[in-house]
């Protein structure tokens, strides 16, 4: 079975250029997750999709960053303009939307997206 | 908001050796995921718990969540180098709803075995 899906799994980009992340979730999940890593902050939730809509946003560090998922098959996670604090590893995630007390929640993660702002 | 720290921050051991790993929570644990992560790569899902004194096992690995649910350990018997890379806990916010894949993830714990 594919697992999560990432594009493009490197980026090295010019600071004020436009960033497009893709994540494709595994099929049949409704649940998809935007996270960031970085080695001062570790792994933090972006925004999170239920049902292709946002859920919450509060992650988003600012303006610059939007994210959108127009069909259960696809994600795009965008930095306009980029700067070199946004320089991370963004990971995509998803799970099948489930009751919590249900055993199977797993929640997977793709391989990430290294994004470097020069 | 729930804060997650995992002890000890690194970890190195001799092949062969048992560890343990864990992760203490400052609120009620609802649901509780391991990860292990390599470097370059995604998380790798090891398990979940969700029921205080729950212990799950696969393969070498064991993870426990206490009666409480505000702290669960990662113990790998007979440790090999493929258990080498770095785990995360991360904690599920509540009970329920559509909040619950939104996970608060520990610092992480930097495991080296040594062959």
């Known amino acids: ?118 | 908001s729930q804060e997650l720290e995992q002890s000890p921050q690194s970890l190195i051991v001799q092949e062969g050796k048992n560890l343990t790993i864990n992760c203490t929570s400052s609120k009620t644990l609802y649901g509780l995921y391991w990860y292990k992560q390599k470097y370059g790569e995604g998380l790798i899902f090891l398990m979940m718990l969700q029921k205080g004194g729950e212990e799950k096992s696969h393969e070498k690995i064991t993870a426990k969540l206490d009666e409480k649910k505000q702290q669960s350990s990662l113990h790998i018997t007979a440790s090999q180098p493929s258990h080498a890379g770095i785990y995360l806990c991360g904690a599920a916010p509540n009970a329920g709803g559509t909040s619950y894949g939104k996970l608060t993830f520990g610092q992480g714990t930097i495991l080296t075995v040594h062959p």
């Open chain 1, 1 to 118: 079975d594919a697992g999560v899906i990432q594009s493009p799994r490197h980026e090295v980009t010019e600071m004020g250029q436009e960033v497009t992340l893709r994540c494709k979730p595994i099929s049949g999940h409704n649940s998809l997750f935007w996270y960031r890593q970085t080695m001062m902050r570790g792994l933090e939730l972006l925004i999170y999709f239920n049902n292709n809509v946002p859920i919450d946003d509060s992650g988003m560090p600012e303006d610059r960053f939007s994210a959108k998922m127009p069909n259960a098959s696809f994600s795009t996670l965008k930095i306009q303009p980029s700067e070199p604090r946004d320089s991370a590893v963004y990971f995509c995630a998803s799970r099948p939307y489930r009751d919590a007390v249900s055993s199977g929640n797993t929640i997977y993660f793709g391989e990430g997206s290294w994004l470097t702002v020069v």
